[in-house]
């Protein structure tokens, strides 16, 4: 657009120079006389100006369209980028979902669960191999410690009994001092009763997942605020 205009003002400065027998006097003896116009007399003409007023807008009418342009294509690669960092995100999400549900289906049935279990029920002592309930208590507290101490992100893992209303049998916390196994005295009624009702309604090997919300410790939210995910499954005796 640009240069067709210019190419109109050169014309038209060209076409002013020419000689026009309707515009140039006649000499006293009869012969046309030329009248000349130089570059200076064409820029102060009202037909250059109009010329370069066409240019003027032209120009402003590219510059504006080629932004227009511009942007359009930065916003679809925004939004093509924002696109490909949503999907990444909820793939990794529903892959960390996957290997968490098969993380405590795992710890479900590790021999420690069943025997602790086995245990309680028949005074401290259980009948498969006469282990102690101290014994399979231990053992669990290390295979939760192993668990805690391999995956950085879960900051707590117990085993929860259904008599008196969920209380905890072996909890492991993740602290600022590192990964610590709570003593007998300090075990808890579980304070996710809500869960544990879920997980009690599955079959086996189901698994129950919480809404994401903040962390709290006896319905107190805890600083530094840390959201958190809980996932519950129920286990079944003989």
Known sequence: LLSSALAAMTYLWLLGRAPAASRTPTS????????AVGP???????MFQRSLLLALLLFGLWLATSHRLEFDKAMTET???????ARAYAEATQAQQVF????????????????MDRALQQGGIDPVDGSSYAHWERQLQQIF???????????????????GGGRERVRVDRTDVGVLVLPPDQ???????RDVREALRLGAGGVHVSDMELHREGGVEQTPLRPAIRYATPVFND
């Not at 968490?100 to 025997?115: E, I, W």
């Not at 410690?145 to 008599?163: M, Q």
């Open 28 to 35: 006293p003896g009869g012969a046309a006389a030329r009248l």
């Open 40 to 46: 200076m007399d064409f820029a102060r003409s009202a």
């Open 79 to 85: 939004q093509r980028g924002l696109d490909e960092t």
């Open 100 to 115: 968490r549900r098969r993380s405590l289906r795992f710890l479900a049935n590790t021999p420690a669960v069943a025997g």
């Open 145 to 163: 410690t192993g668990f805690l101490d391999a995956t950085p992100d879960v900051f707590r893992a117990r085993f929860i009994g259904v008599e």
């Open 187 to 193: 075990l808890e009624q579980a304070d996710s009763a």
